[in-house]
């Protein structure tokens, strides 16, 4: 099966930015769904960006505009850029791959700390 390492979290002020990057093993990447959840402190986990293999990208509501989703297949990497954050978007960022043929696998990685706070 795939594995992903996210990496790119940290601290940074309102209205920063910050980019993630996920990136995972093997050499299927394109057959994957790739995206990006987070978890808050006593919250559920909820997705925050998807991209097809096709590169067709989706984004929650709370997001939009601010976050821009993307993929690299010959790097086997998806990135989370991240502008003008807000102190609720704090939270655990994890990347999941989800392969879209046979066999279905669903993988997730460590997960990535973004804090965001004066």
């Known amino acids: 099966q795939v594995q992903v390492v996210e990496s790119g979290g940290g601290v940074v002020q309102p209205g920063g930015s910050l980019r993630l990057s996920c990136v995972a093993s093997g050499n299927t990447f394109s057959l994957y769904v790739m995206r990006w959840y987070r978890q808050a402190p006593g919250r559920q986990r909820e997705l925050v960006a998807g991209?097809?293999?096709?590169?067709?990208?989706n984004y929650a509501d709370s997001v939009k505009d601010r976050f821009t989703i993307s993929r690299d297949n010959a790097k086997n990497t998806v990135y989370l850029q991240m502008n003008s954050l807000k102190p609720e978007d704090t939270a655990v960022y994890y990347c999941?791959?989800?392969?879209?043929?046979?066999?279905?696998?669903?993988?997730w990685g460590q997960g990535t700390q973004v804090t965001v706070s004066s």
């Open positions: 999941n791959a989800a392969r879209v043929e046979l066999p279905i696998t669903s993988n």
């Open positions: 991209i097809t293999t096709a590169a067709i990208t």
